[in-house]
């Protein structure tokens, strides 16, 4: 079902990566340039790269005109076209602005690859020549070529299942580097990192009847072709275990819920557990969701899950030598006779009872119980939960930052840097407010009604982490995209698998 877009062909020179419904971009790298439709040149803001300098007189004569006339200034992700002239082995010459090269992140140099495939992505184009030798003498041309590669494909994927018409054939790009053995192996991470990606936008941009918990079991249960151990705990076995939030929020849809463990096990270390929160739909329950543009995108409440399971995958590939374990905690969050209902009190696993005020503060539930379930399972050494849990971390931080919770600074600091490493950014926010958790007549109760929603919905998760390092990522606003932009198309934005990725094969 989702597994058939993993890698498909790997070589010394040239890899292909298959996205939603077709081939995404190919790439090879080589040491000499090939002809081709479109030749990409760069220039830095300070001054041209060697590679704008090889190209012939004519050529430069007209790309200097051209870019006089655009006030072009290197600038980064500015960008510059012309018609080849005569005596150039190419149909159009593109160049692209890199900023203060020396100083650009893996992250940026994806979002100027990205620019590119926003460019040419409604040409007929099908080969593209990219000359990156030369580009800085302080950066890695192989390096630079793998991230710009990167960049390509992460915007050249569509989710396009359900239209008539689909995207355009894909296309090769062929980068000149001095080491192309070295831009290969570099490239051949990055696109497991993508095909983890991939994973989670599929998931998460699927529509909501297609993508119910058994659907998103039966996608985490392909990666057992991958190494990957795959468990899945359907609704008898959570109420057994005393998962009650978790088994509260599946009652009223007719799947009911699942919990989804998906282990790879490179090291012998104790493993790091990733919680994911997997609304594949809310409703709100009865505390329903009136707003019709809100409920319309709840499809992606489940891209917490979607992100764990995609960095379990990206980690499966590339065969990293980290022991990481993802826990996913399903449901649809359903209006009916057997829903849970606002004033139900319910008990969890970790043995504190919850007063369900609201129905739509119905993700902390499930994830509560995933936390128990990782900590009595695993012992992991950290824990770190991704959920779309609230819409005050929207108004907070909008949809560029991730909000961030954890009392644990060494830990905050390692994910900061990895946020800033892949553009995926996140902003610390405070952990308080606990007073307003309590309840007449339970231990907790699940909306911290007067206070600021994305703090008080993690400080009720915090009552779930025991003594385990634990750090909480509010990824709300971050998960489905009203419109392209940088390496991220519209729709599921598979956002925190770059993040986590990074984050566990560097620590």
Known sequence: MFLKKSLVNVSVLS????????????????????TSDTLVVFQSKEQQSADLK??????????????????????????????????????????????????????EINNIGA?????????????????AKGVSDNVSNANFAAELAHGINLRAYKFDKYLSKKKPAEKHYSF?????????????????????????????SEVPTEMNPA??????????????????????????????ALHAVGRGSLEGSRL??????????????????????????????????????????MAGAAAVLGTVKAMALQKADVNVVAIMALAANMVSETSVAPGDVVMTAEGLSVEILNTDAEGRLVVADGLWYAREKYQPQVLVDVATLTGSKVRALGNRYVGLFSDDD????????????????????????????????????????GGPGATTAAMFLKQFTGDTRW?????????????????????????????????????
Do not use: C
């Not at 620019?115 to 000359?131: D, I, R």
């Not at 070295?182 to 599929?202: C, H, I, N, P, T």
């Not at 926010?429 to 907790?444: F, M, T």
């Open 215 to 244: 659907h998103f079991a039966a996608a985490a249960k392909e990666l057992t072709s991958l190494g990957v151990k795959v468990k899945v705990l359907e609704p008898k076995e959570i109420k057994q275990l005393g998962m009650g």
């Open 260 to 301: 989804v463990v998906a282990h790879w096990q490179g090291n012998d270390e104790a493993p790091i557990a990733l919680v994911g929160k997997g609304i594949t739909f809310d409703s709100g329950g009865y505390n329903i969701k009136a707003s019709g543009d809100s409920i319309s995108r709840m499809k992606s409440d």
């Open 115 to 131: 620019s590119l495939t926003a460019k040419l992505a409604k040409s007929n184009v099908e080969n593209v020549t990219v000359l």
């Open 176 to 204: 000149t580097v001095n080491q192309p053995k070295k831009a290969q192996s570099s490239y051949q991470k990055l696109a497991a990192v993508e095909a983890g990606v991939f994973l989670a936008r599929d998931l998460t």
């Open 54 to 107: 090889r190209l012939d007189k004519a050529t430069k004569q007209q790309l200097s005109k051209a870019m006089t006339i655009a006030d072009f200034k290197g600038k980064k992700n500015q960008l510059v076209e012309v018609i080849a002239p005569q005596g150039i082995d190419a149909e159009r010459v593109i160049v692209l602005g890199l900023g203060d090269i020396d100083s650009l992140t893996a992250g």
């Open 15 to 34: 890899l292909a990566l298959a996205s939603s419904s077709a081939l995404a971009e190919t790439f090879s790298f080589s040491s000499k340039a090939k």
């Open 471 to 507: 750090a909480h990522l509010d990824i709300a606003g971050n998960a489905l995209a009203r419109k392209d932009k940088g390496v991220t198309p519209t729709g599921g934005t598979g956002h925190g698998v770059r993040l986590l990725s990074h984050w566990l094969t560097t620590k």
């Open 410 to 449: 060494k830990l905050v600091n390692e994910l900061v840097a990895s946020g800033l490493a892949v553009e995926e950014k996140l902003w610390r926010l405070p952990l308080a407010y606990e007073d307003l958790l309590k309840s007449p007549i339970a231990d907790l109760k699940n909306s911290g009604y």
